[in-house]
T-cell receptor, first 114, second 114 residues
Framework: GAGVSQTPSNKVTEKGKYVELRCDPISGHTALYWYRQSLGQGPEFLIYFQGTGAADDSGLPNDRFFAVRPEGSVSTLKIQRTERGDSAVYLCASSFGLRDDEQFFGPGTRLTVL | AQKITQTQPGMFVQEKEAVTLDCTYDTSDPSYGLFWYKQPSSGEMIFLIY??????QNATEGRYSLNFQKARKSANLVISASQLGDSAMYFC???????????FGSGTKLNVKP
């Protein structure tokens, strides 16, 4: 079956611009996570959705970052006024939302801010 | 606070030999889950193995086994009979009782030599 998909796979933008990153989770998965992975580091949690609501957004670094999941499926991570420090791979993962189950990761979006 | 520590930035192993990747964690949660993921150079995170904190037996999945020592707060990954395709980054991760987020370690880069 289809896995988690993320678009675009690569995004190059200029400092100060607005970007949107899309995540399409596995069908039926209620839990959705966004992570940011800088070069040579492990993924860093950003936000978690259970259904349509953001159950935990404590990992968002500042108010330039925002994410939505209006229908409980596709999610969009939005970054305003991008900065060079936002350059990273943004990973999305989904799961059934049960305590013991695994997350399935997408291939990531590599964001480069010039 | 939750924390995952992987103290081996890089490891080498000879093909067909076994290798142990170290992971220690810190948490005050009464129950938690421990995960290992593989990240090849292609970038996608691949789930390997899961251990619940109340599981009596160490988890095994094919050539992967998790050496779980709860009192020492360690969850080392053992890969038996290493293959060239095992060369990748390996991340240890923990999900706490409030299972809304995962905490990842900084990873270990494994190189399997022919």
């Amino acid at each position: 079956g289809a896995g988690v998909s993320q678009t675009p796979s690569n995004k190059v933008t200029e400092k100060g611009k607005y970007v949107e990153l899309r995540c399409d989770p596995i069908s039926g998965h209620t839990a959705l996570y966004w992570y940011r992975q800088s070069l040579g580091q492990g993924p860093e949690f950003l936000i978690y959705f259970q259904g349509t609501g953001a159950a935990d957004d404590s990992g968002l670094p500042n108010d330039r970052f925002f994410a939505v999941r209006p229908e409980g499926s596709v999610s969009t991570l939005k970054i305003q006024r991008t900065e060079r420090g936002d350059s990273a791979v943004y990973l999305c993962a989904s799961s059934f939302g049960l305590r013991d189950d695994e997350q399935f990761f997408g291939p990531g979006t590599r964001l480069t801010v010039l | 606070a939750q924390k995952i520590t992987q103290t081996q930035p890089g490891m080498f192993v000879q093909e067909k030999e076994a290798v142990t990747l170290d992971c220690t964690y810190d948490t005050s949660d009464p129950s938690y889950g421990l995960f290992w993921y593989k990240q090849p150079s292609s970038g996608e995170m691949i789930f390997l193995i899961y251990q619940g904190s109340y599981d009596q037996q160490n988890a095994t999945e094919g050539r992967y086994s998790l050496n779980f020592q709860k009192a020492r707060k360690s969850a080392n990954l053992v890969i038996s009979a290493s293959q060239l395709g095992d060369s990748a980054m390996y991340f240890c991760a923990m999900r706490g009782y409030n299972f809304n987020k995962f905490y990842f370690g900084s990873g270990t880069k494994l190189n399997v030599k022919p």
